[in-house]
């Protein structure tokens, strides 16, 4: 088992930045890409950003090209997604997910394991 516990959420002004992170726990050599997703009120889970194993190659919503980045820390066991120009739009609880698969996806089904989430609210 994999545990992720999701910090780093909070209120913002638009235009500000946050920046989230994922600490892993467990057998976490045996997952690969890991990911951030988000779902707001009413809304379906949606996918923002992954990462390989490795970290070499990233994949990202098109709704947060260019302002969000998405980073791990193998030696630490973290995935942080630094988040910057927020919108409201932004506003939903931000999920991170684990796989073992090694291939990057913005299906949720194929996701492993999934934190609790941590709520993420912009004001404009």
């Known amino acids: 088992q994999v545990q992720l516990v999701e910090s780093g959420g909070g209120l913002v002004q638009a235009g500000g930045s946050l920046r989230l992170s994922c600490a892993a726990s467990g057998r976490t050599l045996t997952v690969n890409a890991m990911g951030w997703f988000r779902q707001a009120p009413g809304k379906e889970r949606e996918f923002v950003a992954a990462v390989t194993g490795s970290g070499g190659s990233t994949s990202y919503a098109d709704s947060v090209k260019g302002r969000f980045t998405i980073s791990r820390d193998n030696a630490k066991n973290t995935v942080s997604l630094q988040m910057n120009s927020l919108k409201s739009e932004d506003t939903a609880v931000y999920y991170c997910?684990?796989?073992?698969?090694?291939?990057?996806?913005?299906?949720?089904?194929?996701?492993?394991?999934w934190g609790q989430g941590t709520q993420v609210t912009v004001s404009s």
């Open positions: 997910a684990a796989r073992f698969g090694v291939r990057l996806t913005a299906d949720t089904r194929e996701y492993d394991y």
